[in-house]
Each structure stands twice: as structure tokens, then as C-alpha cells.
């Protein structure tokens, strides 16, 4: 059996969207509704005055899964705005998952979206929605020998941290091989997320999803092959990151266009 073939271009993995909910014409009333805090003691309300807290909801089918949340962040003047938050990633596009998010076929994922029925929004409010949490990506085909020079080097001018969440963590499993910067759910400017990781081996934890949408792939057989697929990804987490390499406009049409 031959390998894949990798993608040739940067393209983007996920990330995370906001829409303002003045915006958003139909919503799951799951994310529409007051939430108290209260004392298991007493009952007492601990939030009489700011029942909204952050609102999540999770739906997975066919091992594509997507977040929905209800923040309030505030903007000029200290002014509180709330906004629909939506996990968009690769996996939406269902058989195109290899290639990643791309002008191109962003309007699948939408339509993706849409499909589930927890909100409605326009296309044009969506392609002009602000971006975070950008996981950008990179396919490579390398031996395993070529993986141990690669990493060896990496490690070699990489600097050691003894904190947690700032050095590097390298890890050989038979179904999970690869190594990584900082955690992505802690990430920021100064120390980003980064990953080097065996592609094949991690198709494994998500058969599910290449059962449904790319059987044609068998994962057993990729995994025993001599060149492997490997796949580099790197996150820029917020605004202020994307403005320390002059991007200014996060809006997801520029991202998608980025060159």
C-alpha cells in the first residue's frame, strides 16, 4: 500500500470564531438562557447581579465534534458585548480533511454548521467573524530515521524549561509518536504552541471519523509503512500574537488568504 499524499501548501487545521450574538438569528436555547451560581449550603444565589455564565454546548456525530459558547468580552470604552463563539476544523470538510480550511472550501464547513441547526448566521457574517486559537499546519513525508535526525537537532538548540507548559515534551507510544511546546489550551505570545507529530499513528484515535468519511484509508497498513506522514503544527493564540507578525486584520476571509 502507498502512502498519502501530502498537501504541498500551509494550510489551516482549526480555529476558533466570534460573531456577535446581535448577529446570530437562531439560537440553541441551551446557549440562550440565564445561569445562577449557587451555595450547595444555603441555596443562596452567589450571582444575583451577573447570572450569565460562559454557556457551552458539544455535539459530536461520526467522530467530528464542535463547540458552541456565549462569551462577553469587552471592548472600547469597557463596554461588555457578548459573542457566539464556534470551533471550526478540518474534520468538517469530511473527505477533504487532508487538505485543511482553505478560501476555497470554507464555505463547506459553514454549510456543515448550518446543517447541525443550533444557530443561524449569514455566510458573510461568518467569512467576516474574528479569529483566535489559529492552528496553522504542514504535512511532510520522512523515514523514521529522517524523524530522529529532525527531532535530535530540535532538541539540540531547543532551551530546557523545568516549568510546565513552556519546555518541550517528547513521547514514542506505538499508537502516538511525536513532540510539542507548551500546552494548546494554555499557550500564549511568548510561548507558543508548537507539534511535531507521526500523522499515521494518530489516525488511529480517530477512526470513527476515517471509517465514516475516508474508508478507503486503511490505518493499520500506513502505520507499518517506511515513510511515514508527519504533520507541523503551530498556533497563533489572540489578536496581540497575530499583530507581532503585522497582522491586523483577523477577520476569517484575510486568515484563509494568508500567504
Not at 450574538?21 to 447581579?49: A, S, V
Not at 465534534?65 to 472600547?76: A, D, V
Not at 504535512?139 to 518541550?168: C, S, V
Request: charged content about 25%; proline content about 3%; some cysteine.
Amino acid at each position: 500500500m502507498t502512502g498519502l499524499k501530502p498537501n504541498d501548501n500551509i494550510t489551516i487545521d482549526s480555529l476558533r470564531i466570534r460573531i456577535p450574538t446581535n448577529k446570530i438569528t437562531n439560537l440553541d436555547n441551551e446557549l440562550n438562557q440565564e445561569i445562577f451560581k449557587f451555595n450547595g449550603e444555603t441555596g443562596e444565589i452567589l450571582n444575583p447581579d451577573n447570572p450569565n455564565i460562559p454557556l457551552t454546548k458539544y455535539i459530536q456525530h461520526n467522530g467530528i465534534k464542535i463547540g458552541f459558547g456565549i462569551k462577553s468580552l469587552l471592548s472600547g470604552k469597557a463596554i461588555s458585548e457578548e459573542y457566539l463563539t464556534v470551533e471550526i476544523h478540518s474534520k468538517q470538510l469530511k473527505e477533504n480533511y487532508f487538505t485543511g480550511l482553505t478560501p476555497t472550501n470554507i464555505k463547506d464547513a459553514y454549510n456543515y454548521i448550518m446543517s447541525l441547526n443550533v444557530v443561524k448566521f449569514s455566510f458573510e457574517d461568518f467569512i467576516n467573524s474574528s479569529c483566535s486559537d489559529v492552528d496553522f499546519k504542514k504535512d511532510i513525508l520522512l523515514t523514521q530515521e529522517q524523524y530522529r535526525n529532525l527531532i535530535d537537532k530540535i532538541k539540540e538548540i531547543a532551551r530546557p524549561y523545568k516549568e510546565k507548559n513552556k519546555g518541550y515534551h517528547e513521547y514514542n507510544r506505538k499508537y502516538n509518536q511525536g513532540i510539542e511546546w507548551t500546552d494548546r489550551r494554555y499557550s500564549k505570545m511568548t510561548y507558543p504552541y508548537l507539534k511535531i507529530y507521526n500523522k499515521y499513528k494518530e489516525l488511529t484515535r480517530i477512526s470513527e471519523f476515517i471509517n465514516t468519511y475516508l474508508p478507503e484509508i486503511n490505518i493499520k497498513s500506513l502505520i507499518d509503512l517506511e515513510t511515514n506522514l508527519f504533520r507541523v503544527e503551530f498556533q497563533i493564540k489572540n489578536t496581540a500574537h497575530f499583530n507581532r507578525y503585522g497582522i491586523t486584520d483577523i477577520s476569517l476571509k484575510n486568515i484563509l488568504n494568508l500567504e
